[in-house]
């Protein structure tokens, strides 16, 4: 049984321009969460899909978006890049059944320059 | 808005040489304090959930305990394999808190031979 999966596993981009992460839950779960971490740092919540609907948003920008598509895979997007959006982004999935645990992904590592 | 604080920052033990990590929250309503192991450039594992105070998990050498304002995650006779860095996160009851995880910082445990 697969867990939860990410890509890419890391990316450079240059400032302004734009990234698309990518995230499929665990099978079976139908909530998917959004964290930034920066390097020593805990992660932080961006924020959380269920029933392809923003349900919850933490202190970001509206620089960062995101979809969940109806297979419950998501993607979250940046735009207008700056060099503080540099940080391992992680995406975490989640199920009512198995008391909203979030289990994480292996994270995409995103370096701006 | 809910905090986490975990102490130390960093926690340097001999092999076999008992110790523990401190998470202290503040959370209106909890719904879950949460510890996760995270290996370098890696997503968080989960290890424990624990719900009202009074509570204990274990697994294998590591027991996670439950106060009204603090946990503890206890590691007995440790080894080089559990060093990681350890994170506590705690999940709200209501409004702006339902279903975002909020994490501290971490403990950087390093376990020596």
């Known amino acids: 049984d697969a867990g939860v999966t990410q890509s890419p596993t890391h990316l450079i981009k240059t400032r302004g321009q734009q990234v698309t992460l990518r995230c499929s839950p665990k099978s079976g779960h139908d909530t998917v969460s959004w964290y930034q971490q920066a390097l020593g740092q805990g992660p932080q919540f961006i924020f959380q899909?269920?029933?392809?609907?923003?349900?919850q948003r933490g202190n970001f920008p509206d620089r960062f978006s995101g979809h969940q598509f109806p297979n419950y895979s998501s993607e979250l997007n940046v735009n207008a890049l700056l060099l503080g959006d540099s940080a391992l982004y992680l995406c975490?999935?989640?199920?009512?059944?198995?008391?909203?645990?979030?289990?994480f992904g292996p994270g995409t590592r995103l370096t701006v320059l | 808005e809910d905090q986490v604080t975990q102490s130390p920052e960093a926690l340097r033990l001999q092999e076999g040489e008992s110790s523990s990590l401190n998470c202290s929250y503040t959370?209106?309503?909890?719904?879950?304090l949460f510890w996760y192991r995270q290996d370098p450039g890696k997503g968080p594992e989960f290890l424990f959930t624990l719900y009202s105070a009074g509570e204990e998990k274990e697994k294998e050498r590591l027991k996670a305990t439950l106060t009204k304002k603090e946990s503890f995650l206890h590691i007995t006779a440790p080894k080089p394999e559990d060093s990681a860095t350890y994170l506590c996160a705690s999940r709200g009851g209501g409004g702006t808190s339902y279903g975002k995880l909020t994490f501290g910082q971490g403990t950087i445990l390093t376990v020596h031979p």
């Open positions: 899909y269920y029933e392809e609907e923003e349900r």
């Open positions: 975490a999935s989640s199920s009512p059944g198995e008391g909203d645990t979030q289990y």
């Open positions: 959370v209106s309503g909890l719904r879950g």
